[in-house]
Nanobody
Framework: QEQRVESGGDLVQPGGSPRLSCAAS????????MGWYRQAPGKQRELVAH???????EYGDSVKGRFTISRDNAKNTVYLQMSSLKPEDTAVYYC?????????WGQGTQVTVCS
């Protein structure tokens, strides 16, 4: 059974720099890509950052220059280093793992930015 374990969400002050991590379970099917998405109350889920197994990276426009995604292929773990956080970054952050069998979402971790 596919599992995604997310960690790192919390209450953060504006300008803070927390790091999120997501570990995918071991599987006979290789991970093609991993990414982070977020959903704020009343809004649609949006791309934060995405990285393929080959290292191709895509960022959402609202986080470019502030967030950095990285990946440890050996551990099937993806990280999201966040910086210069703003109140509008408040959302539930979801990890997504793409395999040939489909896309698998994590349970989400809440990041709340407030002073």
């Amino acid at each position: 059974q596919e599992q995604r374990v997310e960690s790192g969400g919390d209450l953060v002050q504006p300008g803070g720099s927390p790091r999120l991590s997501c570990a995918a379970s071991a599987s006979m099917f290789s991970v093609i890509a991993m990414g982070w998405y977020r959903q704020a109350p009343g809004k649609q889920r949006e791309l934060v950052a995405h990285i393929t197994s080959g290292g191709i990276i895509e960022y959402g426009d609202s986080v470019k220059g502030r967030f950095t995604i990285s990946r440890d292929n050996a551990k099937n773990t993806v990280y999201l280093q966040m910086s210069s956080l703003k109140p509008e970054d408040t959302a539930v952050y979801y990890c997504k793992v793409d395999r040939v069998t489909g896309g698998y979402w994590g349970q989400g971790t809440q990041v709340t930015v407030c002073s």
